[in-house]
């Protein structure tokens, strides 16, 4: 396994991401009476800062659909977790507009570069540019 597994952590992001399902309106338990599902979702609540007491609930009412789900959402958060240590492994984010990101993609695509190498491709050339227009100056 590439991410260290934090027992305490992950009980906090299990109970956030079920306390987030359950405000949505989602069904968190497997229980189809809705007097005991917003029993357990009670319950659930008062455990914030418990872990064995999360996982213990998770194991014994958690719903069957949301079972994959939830473990997908908790190795996610891990991988993010850690890669947000290191600089060089921190995702970054910029917001493009949509035309903007269609001509990026294309040229991505046809240089055969991901979107971020195709940036840098973009970048070296304009700097380039700007370096031979101010030999020309000189």
């Known amino acids: 396994m590439k991410y260290q597994k934090l027992e305490n952590q992950e009980a906090q992001w299990k109970w956030l991401y079920l306390i987030k399902k359950h405000r949505n309106g989602e069904q968190i338990t497997r229980?189809?009476?809705k007097s005991l599902n917003n029993q357990c979702a009670e319950n659930?609540?008062?455990?914030?800062n418990n872990a064995q007491a999360i996982e213990n609930w998770v194991e014994k009412h958690l719903s069957l659909d949301l079972i994959v789900k939830l473990d997908q959402a908790i190795r996610a958060k891990r991988?993010?977790?850690f890669n947000a240590e290191h600089v060089h492994?921190?995702?970054?984010?910029?917001?493009?507009?949509?035309?903007?990101?269609?001509?990026?993609?294309d040229y991505a695509q046809k240089k055969n570069l991901t979107l971020s190498e195709s940036l840098i491709d973009l970048m070296?050339?304009?700097?380039g540019s700007i370096s031979l227009e101010k030999q020309n100056d000189l």
């Open 44 to 48: 659930l609540f008062s455990l914030e």
């Open 79 to 81: 991988k993010r977790f």
């Open 31 to 33: 229980y189809d009476e």
């Open 89 to 105: 492994t921190r995702k970054k984010s910029i917001d493009l507009d949509y035309a903007v990101w269609r001509k990026l993609a």
């Open 124 to 127: 070296e050339k304009a700097e």
